[in-house]
């Protein structure tokens, strides 16, 4: 029995220049694609997203040769990430908020003086 490939690829992006943009292909940026080639060559696009999480649904799939049913495991964990996103939102501080005025601020400390210290321990 010949089985099917899944890849996960990303074509490189350029800058204005031709350069290649640095760190285009981290693996949290997006524009990752897992293909899945047939046994017969026909290629197809499955799914876009971050490198991590197409990893995590190629190994979902580690095991299953029969390209239906890994189309079928690849749609249903597309599905549990996307559920699974959630929304970070930048909240400015807020003095009369009682969880802004529990928490002390940051702030920088005095340098150790050396002459508290011999051989590196305190004296």
């Not at 696009?45 to 299953?64: A, F, M, N, P």
């Not at 964990?77 to 559920?83: E, G, N, T, V």
């Not at 702030?107 to 050396?114: W, Y």
């Given at each position: 029995?010949r089985r099917?490939?899944?890849?996960?690829?990303?074509?490189?992006?350029?800058?204005?220049?031709?350069?290649?943009?640095?760190?285009?292909?981290?693996?949290f940026t997006?524009?990752?694609?897992?293909?899945?080639?047939?046994?017969?060559?026909?290629?197809?696009?499955?799914?876009?997203?971050?490198?991590?999480?197409?990893?995590?649904?190629?190994?979902?799939?580690?095991?299953?040769?029969?390209?239906?049913?890994?189309?079928?495991?690849?749609?249903?964990?597309?599905?549990?990430?996307?559920?699974?996103?959630?929304?970070?939102?930048?909240?400015?501080?807020?003095?009369?908020?009682?969880?802004?005025?529990?928490?002390?601020?940051?702030?920088?400390?005095?340098?150790?003086?050396?002459?508290?210290?011999?051989?590196?321990?305190?004296?």
């Amino acid at each position: 029995m010949r089985r099917r490939l899944l890849l996960i690829t990303k074509d490189p992006e350029f800058d204005n220049r031709g350069e290649v943009v640095l760190g285009q292909c981290e693996p949290f940026t997006s524009g990752w694609s897992m293909l899945l080639i047939y046994p017969d060559g026909k290629k197809e696009v499955l799914v876009t997203g971050t490198y991590s999480d197409l990893r995590k649904i190629q190994e979902g799939c580690i095991g299953i040769d029969d390209p239906t049913a890994v189309c079928k495991r690849v749609m249903d964990m597309r599905m549990i990430l996307i559920k699974s996103v959630t929304e970070t939102v930048a909240v400015g501080a807020n003095r009369n908020h009682q969880a802004s005025t529990d928490r002390e601020p940051t702030r920088e400390l005095e340098p150790l003086r050396t002459a508290d210290y011999v051989d590196g321990e305190p004296s």
